[in-house]
T-cell receptor, first 114, second 111 residues
């Protein structure tokens, strides 16, 4: 059974650029969530995808968008990058229903915006 | 007031002692609570979750939930240096589709 895999692990961008982060969910998990973790803080919920549809969104602007594919993998896209977008972006997969909150996290993608 | 609050620490305990980590939350309707451990530079790992008032034990870990007082705690018995990490408390969303995390408590277990 494979876990949650994310790519790339590290990347550096400049303000105004766009970035795409990718996630493959754990085998059997059809729900994917994305979290942003700034240095020294707890993760903050960005959004969740289930059956290729957005199924909940946190307090993030529309320039944060996502996709889920039929194989349950997912992408997080961030447009018009700002310095404050520098953070660890965590993808987590889970089962639907009562197990939705039992998350398995990937190793994360660390984004630095200069 | 933050939805989930934790003392950032660091909490320092000697090896073999009991470490007690606390978390308070503001939404009385919260039903589920989670404790994650995060080593420096790594992603969070689930330790345990609790839905009902009282204690839930798993090995050296005990989660305690008191809904009337709106707090959750995690006890780690026989603390080991390998337990040194940041411990994140989270509450489950009412719609079941998000976790709200506290800022985490850094635990240091000294040999």
């Amino acid at each position: 059974e494979t876990g949650v895999t994310q790519s790339p692990t590290h990347l550096i961008k400049t303000r105004g650029q766009q970035v795409t982060l990718r996630c493959s969910s754990q085998s059997g998990h059809n729900t994917v969530s994305w979290y942003q973790q700034a240095l020294g803080q707890g993760p903050q919920f960005i959004f969740q995808y289930y059956r290729e549809e957005e199924n909940g969104r946190g307090n993030f602007p529309p320039r944060f968008s996502g996709l889920q594919f039929p194989n349950y993998s997912s992408e997080l896209n961030v447009n018009a990058l700002e310095l404050d977008d520098s953070a660890l972006y965590l993808c987590a997969s889970s089962l639907p229903g009562v197990q939705t909150n039992v998350l398995t996290f990937g190793a994360g993608s660390r984004l630095t915006v200069l | 007031q933050k939805e989930v609050e934790q003392n950032s620490g660091p909490l320092s305990v000697p090896e073999g002692a009991i470490a007690s980590l606390n978390c308070t939350y503001s939404d009385r309707g919260s039903q589920s609570f989670f404790w994650y451990r995060q080593y420096s530079g790594k992603s969070p790992e689930l330790i345990m979750f609790i839905y009902s008032n009282g204690d839930k034990e798993d090995g050296r870990f005990t989660a305690q939930l008191n809904k009337a007082s709106q707090y959750v705690s995690l006890l780690i018995r026989d603390s080991q240096p390998s337990d040194s990490a940041t411990y994140l408390c989270a509450r489950g969303g009412n719609a079941g589709n998000m976790l709200t995390f506290g800022g985490g408590t850094r635990l240091m277990v000294k040999p």
